[in-house]
C-alpha cells in the first residue's frame, strides 16, 4: 500500500487559485460504473490529467491530489479500479484492497479509461492536452497506457512497477511499445523497485527513440510523494516542478 487514510500531497510550488471538487460515477461502454473524482480550476490553462491511484483506489490522497493540480489551473480526474468487484464503496482505510488488486484487468481497465477520457473531452468547449499521471499500480498502468490510442500528451509514473505482468508482459516488455513523451519519477531506495529495471526503461525508450525523462532521488523511498515525509521534501518539490515543466512543455498552446 502506498499511502494511507493521513497520507496528503505535497503542495505545488505555483500559487493556486480556488478549484472545485466533487466526487461522481462514470459508466463504461460495457456498462461498469465506477468512483471518479473530478477537480475543475476556476482559471484553467490548456491541459488536464487522468489521475490513476495506488493499490487502494480513488482515496483521499488522490482527492486532495486532484485539488492540487486544480488549483493551478490543471483540471483533473482520478478514477478508481474496483467498479466491477467492489462497486461504489468507500476506499478509506478499511477497504481490503487487495482481492480486487488481483482480479483487475488490463482490458476493462482500458474500458473505464476511455469513459474517463470521454467524459473529460465533453466536460470543456475546446480540445485540451491530456495527461496520466499515476503511482505504483498507477504508475504502471500509465506506462502501460502509452501504447495504447488515447490520443494523450504524455504519460508521468511515480514509482511504477516495472516488472508488474498484468496477463500479457511486464510494464518493462510494454515499455518498448510506448507512444508517448514520459516522466518517470523512481526512489533510489525503493526495494521493491530495482535501479537496475529503472535503468532498461531509460535505455528502452531511448532505443525506440521516446522523448522521456526519468529521474530517480537517490535516498528516496517508495511514496516519497507524501506531505509528512518531510526527510524527502526536497525531492517532492524537485518532482513536482518536472510534472509542471513537463505537463507545460507538452502542452498545445
Not at 460504473?33 to 490553462?45: G, L, Q, S, V, W
Amino acid at each position: 500500500m502506498c499511502y494511507d487514510d493521513e497520507a496528503r500531497p505535497p503542495r505545488p510550488p505555483e500559487q493556486g487559485s480556488n478549484a472545485q471538487g466533487e466526487e461522481i460515477v462514470l459508466t463504461g461502454a460495457d456498462g461498469n460504473r465506477f468512483i471518479a473524482y473530478i477537480a475543475r480550476p476556476e482559471h484553467a490553462t490548456n491541459a488536464q490529467v487522468v489521475i490513476y491511484p495506488d493499490v487502494r483506489g480513488v482515496h483521499q490522497f488522490y482527492k486532495d491530489l486532484a485539488l492540487r493540480f486544480a488549483e493551478i489551473g490543471i483540471k483533473a480526474l482520478a478514477i478508481d479500479y474496483f467498479g466491477r468487484t467492489a462497486g461504489l464503496t468507500a476506499r478509506d482505510d478499511s477497504f481490503e484492497f487487495w482481492p480486487h488488486v488481483q482480479q483487475l484487468k488490463l482490458q476493462t481497465f482500458f474500458t473505464d479509461v476511455q469513459a474517463a477520457l470521454e467524459y473529460l473531452r465533453s466536460d470543456s468547449d475546446h480540445a485540451l492536452s491530456t495527461f496520466t499521471v499515476g503511482f505504483c499500480l498507477g504508475g504502471s498502468l500509465s506506462l502501460l497506457s502509452g501504447a495504447e490510442d488515447f490520443g494523450l500528451s504524455g504519460l508521468i509514473a511515480f514509482y511504477a512497477g516495472l516488472s508488474r505482468n498484468m496477463g500479457n508482459g511486464t510494464v518493462l516488455e510494454h515499455s518498448k511499445q510506448i507512444k508517448y513523451p514520459v516522466l518517470g519519477l523512481f526512489g533510489g531506495a525503493d526495494q521493491g523497485i530495482p535501479t537496475e529495471q529503472v535503468h532498461e526503461l531509460d535505455q528502452n525508450l531511448s532505443t525506440t527513440g521516446i522523448e522521456h525523462d526519468i529521474v530517480i532521488y537517490p535516498d528516496a523511498p517508495h511514496s516519497f510523494f507524501d506531505r509528512r515525509a518531510v526527510a524527502y521534501a526536497d525531492a517532492s518539490a524537485d518532482a513536482w516542478k518536472r510534472v509542471l515543466r513537463f505537463i507545460t512543455a507538452h502542452t498545445t498552446k
